[in-house]
């Protein structure tokens, strides 16, 4: 079974594209991207692909994706939605922090979904009354 190393070292260097992952706390996340599709047959128009990030600075440095989608899909979008991974880990890091969403001991699925989405409804009041608050001038809010 091939692993992601295996896979990327037979791209063609024209493979590569380098773009943009969205807006990080210190600029643009540049990065090279390539997609190797790794299953033959689509069905009903959709396919699986790795996702191969390179950092600019290290062409060693890899990341992998595995992605699923329409066969029309550009890889432009596939690196979209990987890039929006840091702000989905964001979220989760603030609701457990703000909201207690790893502070749950239950044992039937449906108290643990009541759990997570009340934790993930309060973090969204709480972002709602800060965005608010913060919207009138204030610098910090408690």
Known sequence: M???DDLVAGLAPQAWKRLSAGKGS????MYQWARIPIRIWW?????H???ARRSLKDPTDLAY???YGPVTTRLKDLVTVAGARWAVEECFQAAKGECGLDHYQVRLYHAWYRHITLAMAALAALTAVRAHEL???ETTVA
């Open 49 to 51: 692909w790795v996702l």
């Open 65 to 67: 994706y595995l992605c």
């Open 26 to 29: 210190h600029g643009e996340r």
């Open 43 to 47: 069905e009903n128009g959709h396919g």
């Open 135 to 137: 919207s009138k001038g």
């Open 2 to 4: 091939l692993g992601g």
